[in-house]
């Protein structure tokens, strides 16, 4: 499995119209979460948020919020963003544009944000068009650093050597609040909000 740790510029300038990195001056950085919410995972994260007053993004798939609302519930309450990830985790490349729209929209349904992820970062440019040409147009954001949690492959340790090494202020950071990608998250997870906490950075929402 190939991915790119730290997002090239060259591909950033590749898909203009898409967030890769937020424009500060501060040192902050944005955490953000995959494929929740999940009733054990994400209120792992939302603990560990909480205990260095940090705040995240959460790109929550549609299905999982009408399963459990209450998780829902609670990132939004704590004072976290949500964005839209689909309803049922779709890849966009493999997905016609009308099922892929149909299944975003559903997804809003239960997801109240102008914020979207596609999942596996797989989307064709006019699913790209149709999503940010709506009456109320979505905002897509990407990344600039890929923690790896989801790689079954990598160490836990690898996963946290990447979010230490790679990540500076601006960066969006994508963690999963996932069943596959819990082993290397639970670790790394803390130990990067404790390491940037303590050099005076700080997580924000997007």
Known sequence: MFYFIKTPNWLQMFFPAMVWKIKTMHKNIYLTFDDGPHPVHTTFVLDELKKYNAKATFFCIGKNVKD??????????????????????????????????????????????????????????????????????????????????????????KCLKNVLEKTKSGDIVVFHDSEKAAERMYFALPKMLEHFTDRNYFFKKI
């Open 68 to 157: 459990y609302p209450n998780v829902y519930t609670r990132i939004i309450n704590e004072g976290h963003s949500v964005g839209n990830h689909t309803h049922n985790h779709l890849k966009g490349k493999k997905t016609t544009n009308k099922l892929y729209i149909e299944n975003v929209s559903e997804a809003s349904k239960y997801i109240d944000s102008n914020l979207f992820r596609p999942p596996y970062g797989s989307i064709k440019k006019m699913q790209t068009k149709l999503l940010t040409g709506m009456p109320n147009p979505f905002k897509i954001i990407m990344w600039t650093v890929l923690s790896g949690d989801f790689d079954i492959k990598l160490t836990k340790e």
